[in-house]
């Protein structure tokens, strides 16, 4: 029998189902990457860091790609689809899964970056300036904030807001 050559694929998850999908896969021998990072999370009287999905409703699963692992993965609860076209599943280098696997396991904690352009429009959708529409302008690398440019009465006000509460208008 040819052994089958075991390539990295992306499943997506249903929205905070990452880590369960990730231990039901676990349990029926199918090798998974689950990427997490600490983030500070807000409660009623303290902050606190919890483990987050480095990308949020998705995990990595090494498999051949048999009619037979797809039907495996898919029967899992939580799983949504795998990332690719009708006919087949795109398969991710395994080079890029393991220079992500060296980022996590390396105890730096890294920062997801949106993917945004200086000038690109964008709306905070959290905090205390939800809703405010303005232009991206940099990446505060130290802080991992963004700071956005907020134009009123003809001038320019700028902000820092956390990475994770804005989206692209």
Known sequence: MIALAQNWYAVRTRSN?????????????IKTFYPTVLKWSRRKDRKIRVARPLFPGYLFVECAA????WLEVRKI?????????????????AEQVENVRKIVDSGIDPLPHPYLNAGERIVVVDGPLRGAIGIFEKFNDKKGT????????????????????????
């Open 146 to 169: 963004l700071v956005i440019t907020v134009d009123l009465l003809g001038r320019s006000l700028a902000a820092e807001v956390d990475n994770n509460v804005v989206e692209r208008l």
């Open 77 to 93: 609860e939580g799983v949504v689809n795998i990332l690719g076209t009708n006919k087949a599943p795109l398969a991710i280098p």
């Open 66 to 69: 048999t009619a037979a692992d």
């Open 17 to 29: 189902y990452e880590f369960k999908v990730s231990y039901l896969l676990n349990k029926r021998s």
